[in-house]
């Protein structure tokens, strides 16, 4: 094998072993982005930008014709070409709420760490993804600690079924009572009437569990039935 060979091998196996560690990082959260497809993109990202940079001298001019080629021309590609990719995990819940955000920035982030090592860029695509992981983990662990109060907060949305209009006066104060910070608040009145549905946007610390405002609220009187739904 030539040197040239060897380095192209030594290129892919380094954006290998850097995309994989920004896909066990979503993995690890059960995103819809993981281990493979960070994989894939950072690989074939590295791939391109090598054969990018060497074709371009592949094509010497001569006395009549000038061929000059851009050695970043499928690399500026793959920038904008990744974007369907971070597109398809961009999810536009039912309560409005979007997530995925931070998965197709990573996206994005596996093509530009392919990209650099493809250009030997070595160190800077090693610390580039070292502060992937610490802008992702670290960064918002210490933000929850020491952060502003919004930032150690969670949302969490709410269903009840309340029976009788009367009730929905009281379960209100009862709610805020429960130190629950209510964002958004929505009724309507269902095919029964004799129930109500009241949907709500609260905001708890982000310590406290689902599973315990769920039972807080459902012993709340004139609640019927309650769904709750959290992203964390």
Same mark, same amino acid.
Request: one cysteine or more; proline letters at 3%; aromatic letters at 4%.
């Given at each position: 094998?030539? /040197?040239?060979?060897?380095?192209?091998?030594?290129?892919?196996?380094?954006?290998?072993?850097?995309?994989?560690?920004?896909?066990?990082?979503?993995?690890?959260?059960?995103?819809?982005?993981?281990?493979?497809?960070?994989?894939?993109?950072?690989?074939?990202?590295?791939?391109?930008?090598?054969?990018?940079?060497?074709?371009?001298?592949?094509?010497?001019? /001569?006395?009549?014709? /000038?061929?000059?080629?851009?050695?970043?021309?499928l690399?500026?590609?793959?920038?904008?070409?990744?974007?369907?990719?971070?597109?398809?995990?961009?999810?536009?819940?039912?309560?409005d709420?979007?997530?995925?955000?931070?998965t197709?920035?990573?996206?994005?982030g596996?093509?530009?760490?392919?990209?650099?090592?493809?250009a030997?860029?070595?160190?800077?695509?090693?610390?580039?993804?070292?502060?992937?992981?610490?802008?992702?983990?670290?960064?918002?662990?210490?933000?929850?600690?020491?952060?502003?109060?919004?930032?150690?907060?969670?949302?969490?949305?709410?269903?009840?079924k309340?029976?009788?209009?009367?009730?929905?006066?009281?379960?209100?104060?009862?709610?805020?009572?429960?130190?629950?910070?209510?964002?958004?608040?929505?009724?309507?009145?269902?095919?029964?009437?004799?129930?109500h549905?009241?949907?709500?946007?609260?905001?708890?610390?982000?310590?406290r569990?689902?599973?315990?405002?769920?039972?807080?609220?459902? /012993?709340?009187?004139?609640?019927?039935?309650?769904?709750?739904?959290?992203?964390?």
């Amino acid at each position: 094998m030539s /040197n040239l060979e060897i380095e192209i091998l030594m290129k892919l196996g380094i954006s290998a072993i850097l995309g994989l560690v920004i896909g066990l990082e979503r993995e690890l959260k059960r995103k819809p982005v993981g281990l493979k497809t960070s994989l894939v993109i950072s690989i074939v990202s590295c791939l391109l930008t090598i054969v990018s940079i060497e074709s371009a001298y592949m094509f010497p001019g /001569n006395d009549d014709i /000038n061929i000059t080629m851009d050695p970043l021309r499928l690399a500026a590609q793959i920038v904008s070409g990744i974007g369907f990719l971070g597109a398809g995990v961009i999810l536009r819940r039912g309560n409005d709420s979007i997530s995925g955000l931070t998965t197709a920035a990573l996206i994005w982030g596996a093509a530009g760490i392919g990209i650099a090592v493809g250009a030997g860029f070595y160190i800077e695509a090693m610390a580039g993804v070292a502060l992937l992981i610490i802008s992702v983990e670290v960064i918002p662990f210490i933000m929850g600690l020491i952060g502003p109060r919004r930032l150690r907060e969670k949302e969490i949305n709410l269903q009840l079924k309340v029976r009788n209009k009367e009730n929905i006066a009281g379960i209100i104060p009862a709610i805020k009572d429960l130190d629950l910070s209510i964002r958004h608040i929505r009724i309507k009145d269902l095919e029964d009437e004799h129930l109500h549905l009241v949907q709500l946007i609260v905001t708890v610390d982000y310590k406290r569990r689902t599973t315990d405002v769920y039972y807080s609220v459902s /012993n709340i009187d004139g609640v019927q039935c309650m769904e709750i739904d959290s992203m964390q």
